[in-house]
């Protein structure tokens, strides 16, 4: 460690992105990304915004891009909050809404990147388990152990990640009820690949903040927009930390090319239709290859095999030019694999391989 550190950056444990592997003839099935291009029109917007106005500053408020996303969700662009992709949106959360006197509360399987928000931002949290299924228990999130219900707020994804797993939208109001003090982040990356929304919700709720990010079922990864929906009153707490930290979070070539994209609902429907069929043809090749699958509401799916440890079966598609994502902590994820789910071809590989792998070892 480097004696001109603070403390704070001595005290942290960062949060390890996917692998970005730099490999010939690569099946990239690691980190969740979209295998289908973006809409046309978003390239074409992005395009348009070469010239010369790239020396005057983007708009610091994203005016288009929030009415957009205020028309395809149906609420007041008042209500939208845009980020440099939806971890800054979750960070600013994290710190303008989540900062509380007491500890809040999110699963001990979920997005790492939670705990890491905590130690930063100094956030006391506790980690509340997955049943045995790795479902989340809402009645978990009612109650502390003293019968108390006294908590600094809940934050989980949904679906869950790495699981897959949905919760329930009456479940999602059921929690809301039950914590009516405390502000709830519904983290919905993966929300468009089968999921309900608890978009619906916003309204009746002052207390919920809704996470997007177009990362995914958008297939702008690389551009780094995300976006969060709730009250008035929870965005200008959003708006108060980005202002205190960048006044402009997204560049031109993104708010030109993310409006764009949502306006495309014909290119986003299909693509992420395709996804969806992709994934219900992997699981079940998966399970023909007796491989136990969790529930997914994702563009991913959970899996692991009875015979074979996740960490060897990872190595060994590696071998191979495939790359998963496997996670040795905590325990009870360790058996098992994140697949993205890509296209069809890539998938055909994906089984193949395993086919190969699963007939030496047998």
């Given at each position: 460690?480097?004696?001109?550190?603070?403390?704070?950056?001595?005290?942290?444990?960062?949060?390890?992105?996917?692998?970005?592997?730099?490999?010939?003839?690569?099946?990239?099935?690691?980190?969740?990304?979209?295998?289908?291009?973006?809409?046309?029109?978003?390239?074409?917007?992005?395009?348009?915004?070469?010239?010369?106005?790239?020396?005057?500053?983007?708009?610091?408020?994203?005016?288009?891009?929030?009415?957009?996303?205020?028309?395809?969700?149906?609420?007041?662009?008042?209500?939208?909050?845009?980020?440099?992709?939806?971890?800054?949106?979750?960070?600013?959360?994290?710190?303008?809404?989540?900062?509380?006197?007491?500890?809040?509360?999110?699963?001990?399987?979920?997005?790492?990147?939670?705990?890491?928000?905590?130690?930063?931002?100094?956030?006391?949290?506790?980690?509340?388990?997955?049943?045995?299924?790795?479902?989340?228990?809402?009645?978990?999130?009612?109650?502390?152990?003293?019968?108390?219900?006294?908590?600094?707020?809940?934050?989980?994804?949904?679906?869950?990640?790495?699981?897959?797993?949905?919760?329930?939208?009456?479940?999602?109001?059921?929690?809301?009820?039950?914590?009516?003090?405390?502000?709830?982040?519904?983290?919905?990356?993966?929300?468009?690949?089968?999921?309900?929304?608890?978009?619906?919700?916003?309204?009746?709720?002052?207390?919920?903040?809704?996470?997007?990010?177009?990362?995914?079922?958008?297939?702008?990864?690389?551009?780094?927009?995300?976006?969060?929906?709730?009250?008035?009153?929870?965005?200008?707490?959003?708006?108060?930390?980005?202002?205190?930290?960048?006044?402009?979070?997204?560049?031109?070539?993104?708010?030109?090319?993310?409006?764009?994209?949502?306006?495309?609902?014909?290119?986003?429907?299909?693509?992420?239709?395709?996804?969806?069929?992709?994934?219900?043809?992997?699981?079940?090749?998966?399970?023909?290859?007796?491989?136990?699958?969790?529930?997914?509401?994702?563009?991913?799916?959970?899996?692991?095999?009875?015979?074979h440890a996740g960490v060897e079966l990872a190595a060994a598609l590696r071998e191979r030019g495939i790359v998963v994502r496997h996670f040795k902590q905590p325990r009870r994820v360790d058996?098992?694999?994140?697949?993205?789910?890509?296209?069809?071809?890539?998938?055909?590989?994906?089984?193949?391989?395993?086919?190969?792998?699963?007939?030496?070892?047998?």
């Open positions: 460690m480097s004696r001109y550190w603070s403390a704070v950056a001595r005290g942290l444990t960062p949060y390890v992105p996917g692998e970005q592997p730099k490999l010939a003839k690569l099946v990239k099935l690691n980190t969740n990304e979209n295998p289908y291009p973006p809409s046309p029109l978003a390239l074409e917007a992005m395009r348009a915004e070469v010239g010369e106005g790239l020396r005057l500053y983007p708009d610091p408020n994203s005016d288009v891009l929030r009415a957009t996303i205020a028309r395809v969700h149906g609420v007041d662009a008042e209500q939208v909050f845009v980020g440099n992709g939806s971890d800054e949106v979750l960070a600013h959360a994290f710190l303008g809404l989540l900062k509380q006197d007491a500890p809040i509360l999110f699963p001990d399987i979920t997005y790492s990147f939670y705990p890491v928000y905590c130690k930063l931002y100094q956030i006391d949290y506790r980690q509340i388990p997955l049943d045995d299924e790795f479902a989340i228990r809402v009645d978990d999130y009612l109650r502390q152990p003293d019968g108390t219900r006294v908590n600094g707020g809940i934050i989980f994804p949904n679906p869950n990640a790495p699981t897959g797993r949905l919760l329930p939208l009456a479940e999602i109001e059921r929690l809301l009820r039950g914590n009516p003090d405390s502000v709830v982040v519904i983290d919905e990356a993966y929300i468009d690949f089968g999921g309900e929304s608890a978009l619906p919700l916003v309204r009746r709720y002052p207390q919920l903040l809704v996470v997007h990010t177009l990362s995914k079922a958008y297939s702008l990864a690389g551009l780094r927009v995300g976006y969060a929906i709730g009250q008035v009153e929870l965005i200008q707490a959003l708006n108060r930390v980005k202002d205190s930290f960048n006044s402009y979070p997204l560049d031109r070539f993104a708010q030109a090319g993310a409006a764009a994209a949502m306006a495309d609902r014909a290119w986003f429907d299909s693509c992420r239709n395709q996804v969806i069929a992709s994934r219900a043809r992997l699981v079940a090749a998966l399970d023909g290859l007796g491989f136990s699958v969790l529930p997914s509401g994702a563009n991913f799916v959970f899996a692991r095999h009875p015979a058996p098992f694999l994140r697949i993205t789910v890509g296209t069809d071809p890539q998938c055909d590989e994906l089984l193949a391989a395993l086919r190969e792998i699963l007939g030496k070892c047998g």
